[in-house]
């Protein structure tokens, strides 16, 4: 029977004036006690609006049931049917606009937290040494996997369990993409949580081949002849930043997030035993208002710098998840709404000094149902700052559109692919954000799963 009488139960976090100052995890997360109390609010509903909100399809009251009567592990076996990062997607994805935001107990209060408990589980089963990888025998053929972020892994995974010999080529250093290089230590711990993640897809025979760039030391066309790969994924992500082509952006100081963030994350800069150099300033001005602005905003103000948000609608349309957005005013993050850069001003050394903006405000929804921001005519500020740091979004990388014969591309530079992930290539797959452009962790895992069943069927043939 659900307990519906209590609150959603909070979940721990670091202190904001301290966690300001260090790139520890945020959230604490819950223990066993919170977490069994949180799962007795499910309803246990007969037809789950959480489940079908989920891009990956994890069987929601099923493993919440579990964690309710402590059966932490059976939460775990549940989960694993659909999910191969789970302690990634219980900390990253953006529950409350997919599973939390179609839980029934909205209507009158606040959702499960199932984010918070697929993280528990996750967390606990790792604790305890546990695995859930239940694999099949070995059926000879072999699939490469271009990318090692979450749309590879998940789609290596699913091959994997199916008997598929699975190499993935990443072209980084180490293994998880974006995970590894776009989200922060304090969102996402690198070693503990992504490093586990992904020795747990090794476990399962998944062989990852680092510093390899499809499309330079070596083709897809080289992968499926001369390699004798059946069939491949591209899951190379979308890593091409996007700027304003204002005047200045060619000034020292001016960043985009992927360098800035890349350079954190990936690259240890923040800690004094790394030797890759960043640079934060005094003050920093972040242009955008994605996850990834927060992120790198959070970032810079980590490394010492006094940060402002700049941008061009109002807090309603911000794209962020909301916890982000908390997180970052917590913390001391100021907020410039409705504001728009129009040039990037630099002293007589080259260095930025300040960024000029324009007053703007909303006038007729765009295609996406947002209302278009408009400049307001005459109102130009300046914002001092030395940093700036542009934050727009990404693009797919050209090179393996443009060193694979027959990959169709839309005008964004985006492969196309079918909902199952087939291109115009026979027996090239893709997903994730090299076809959508940059989205969601989560969003990017259905991608992967999806191929992989679709790979299956057409290998099987």
């Not at 081949?209 to 591209?234: C, H, K, P």
Request: with cysteine; proline share 5%; aromatic share 6%.
């Amino acid at each position: 029977m659900a307990n519906t009488k209590i609150d959603r139960v909070p979940v721990r976090e670091q202190d904001p004036k301290v966690r300001a100052t260090n790139f520890d995890e945020v959230c604490y997360g819950y223990n066993k006690e919170e977490a069994m109390l949180e799962a007795s609010r499910c309803l246990n509903c007969r037809r789950p609006g959480c489940m079908l909100a989920c891009p990956v399809s994890v069987k929601i009251p099923a493993f919440i049931e579990k964690v309710a009567a402590g059966d932490f592990e059976g939460a775990g076996r549940i989960i694993a049917m659909d999910s191969s990062l789970p302690a990634i997607c219980g900390r990253v994805c953006p529950q409350e606009s997919q599973c939390e935001g179609s839980c029934v107990l909205n209507l009158k209060g606040q959702p499960v937290a199932i984010g918070k408990l697929e993280r528990f589980v996750a967390d606990w089963s790792r604790e305890n040494g546990i695995s859930y990888n239940d694999k099949e025998a070995s059926n000879g053929m072999k699939v490469a996997v271009v990318g090692s972020g979450p749309a590879g892994l998940a789609c290596a995974s699913d091959l994997a369990k199916w008997g598929y010999d699975v190499t993935i080529f990443e072209s980084l250093h180490k293994p998880g993409g974006v995970l590894q290089y776009g989200i922060p230590e304090f969102r996402l711990p690198k070693d503990k949580v992504v490093g586990s993640e992904i020795s747990k897809l090794k476990e399962l025979g998944i062989k990852i081949e680092t510093n390899v760039i499809v499309g330079r030391t070596i083709t897809i066309e080289q992968l499926m002849g001369e390699e004798g790969f059946s069939a491949v994924f591209i899951g190379s992500g979308a890593g091409l930043p996007k700027f304003m082509n204002i005047p200045g952006e060619s000034l020292n100081g001016v960043f985009s997030a992927n360098e800035f963030l890349t350079r954190n994350n990936l690259m240890k800069a923040y800690s004094a035993e790394s030797d890759t150099p960043i640079y934060a300033g005094h003050k920093a001005v972040v242009v955008g208002g994605g996850n990834v602005a927060m992120d790198a905003a959070r970032t810079a103000l980590r490394l010492g710098a006094e940060v402002t948000i700049v941008y061009r609608r109002t807090e309603q349309e911000l794209p962020a998840r909301a916890e982000e957005v908390h997180h970052a005013k917590e913390e001391g993050i100021a907020f410039r709404m409705l504001s728009n850069p129009v040039e990037i001003l630099g002293d007589e050394k080259g260095w930025v000094r300040a960024i000029r903006c324009q007053e703007m405000e909303l006038g007729v929804p765009d295609a996406s149902g947002r209302r278009s921001p408009v400049a307001v005519e005459g109102s130009y500020f300046d914002i001092e700052t030395d940093v700036v740091i542009m934050s727009l979004g990404t693009s797919p990388n050209p090179l393996i559109a443009g060193t694979t014969p027959g990959l169709e591309v839309d005008r964004r530079g985006c492969i196309v692919a079918s909902a199952d992930g087939a291109t115009s290539k026979e027996y090239v797959y893709a997903g994730g954000d090299a076809v959508t452009g940059a989205a969601t962790v989560i969003l990017a895992m259905g991608a992967g799963r999806k191929a992989a069943r679709a790979i299956d069927e057409k290998l099987k043939k």
